[in-house]
């Protein structure tokens, strides 16, 4: 962006709409453009053979990067490049990231609204919590626990509150935890999880730290500057990890691993420990 400006360059970036009012205050120099990516399934912004009026993209991976709303006004750039791994691929170019890090900007009044509801709660510290992604096929089920194994993270249950921040519906494992636990995760139903990612933020930064698997949930607490125990489970995801196991982009994110890749009891033996830590609480 900095490039740009000197160079009298309109740079644009395409942003998924869920992101795009809290991209756009965090980056007020740069222009986005709300793009909606079809790679969930069929859509007929995708693919649509029966209506002839609808464009096919010229490349089938298209479909996980952008919709025809944004293919079909390529021709009003100079450049127009689809750079979905750009900042993996820019790490192992340069050998390495120096820059440092930055943080999203929350809505003050969100932050505001949701500090409030959190010491309605309690007045004790809160633990943002979510346990798998919204779409558990059977090669990602490797990377994600279930919440009834989370035993040794719900030991402490009566020293902090536990919120849930999985975006779809939890409610019977939910429901589980306190049957097999005696831990009640508060969950904020009003909200929509999955959509309004302005007031998912707006939660995080009022947490003392957020437990996630690689996710858009992990992600979003990472860049907003919360405090954040990222399970990984597989060895793909270690190029992130510095050699002091924090994520080398989001300082603020710890990267938990198990004892072995694929051993969810030490994975979650691990957090608990890494979140007593945290919580002033001596470890197991």
């Known amino acids: ?6 160079n ?3 740079l644009h970036i395409g942003v998924e709409p869920r992101f795009m009012t809290l991209i756009q205050r965090s980056f007020p120099d740069i222009n986005m453009i709300a793009v909606e990516r079809k790679h969930r399934g069929p859509h007929q912004n995708a693919v649509d053979i ?8 010229p490349n089938q991976k298209l479909y996980y990067i952008f919709d025809h ?4 006004t390529r021709n009003e750039f100079d450049f127009f490049m689809a750079l979905p791994m750009v900042v993996r691929d820019i790490y192992a170019m340069e050998k390495g990231f120096k820059a440092k890090g930055f943080a999203l900007t929350p809505d003050n009044s969100l932050v505001k609204k949701y500090s409030e509801r959190m010491r309605a709660i309690s007045n004790k510290p809160k633990v943002g919590i979510s346990w798998r992604s919204g779409i558990t096929t059977q090669n990602r089920s490797i990377h994600y ?5 989370w035993g040794p993270i719900f030991e402490i249950g009566d020293k902090v509150d536990f919120i849930n921040l999985q975006y779809d519906d939890a409610a019977r494992e939910l ?3 306190k049957e097999l636990f005696g831990v009640n995760v508060y969950s904020l139903p009003d909200v929509d999880l999955y959509n309004d990612f302005e007031s998912l933020v707006a ?3 009022n947490l003392k730290a957020v437990i996630a698997p690689s996710s858009v949930t992990a992600e979003l607490s990472g860049a907003a500057g919360c ?14 990890r510095d050699k002091s196991g924090r994520d080398i982009f989001h300082k603020c994110m710890h990267v938990i691993t198990p004892n072995n890749f694929g051993d969810k009891k030490s994975l979650i033996y691990n957090t608990s420990n890494e979140l007593k830590k945290l919580i002033g609480l001596p470890s197991s």
């Open 50 to 57: 029966n209506n002839s009026s609808v464009p096919l993209l």
């Open 1 to 6: 962006s900095k490039y740009a400006k000197m």
């Open 8 to 10: 009298s360059i309109r």
């Open 69 to 72: 709303a944004m293919w079909e």
């Open 145 to 149: 626990t279930s919440i009834d194994e």
């Open 203 to 205: 939660i995080m930064v």
């Open 175 to 177: 429901d589980k935890v």
């Open 227 to 240: 405090t954040t125990l990222n399970m990984i489970n597989s060895a793909e995801g270690l190029w992130r």
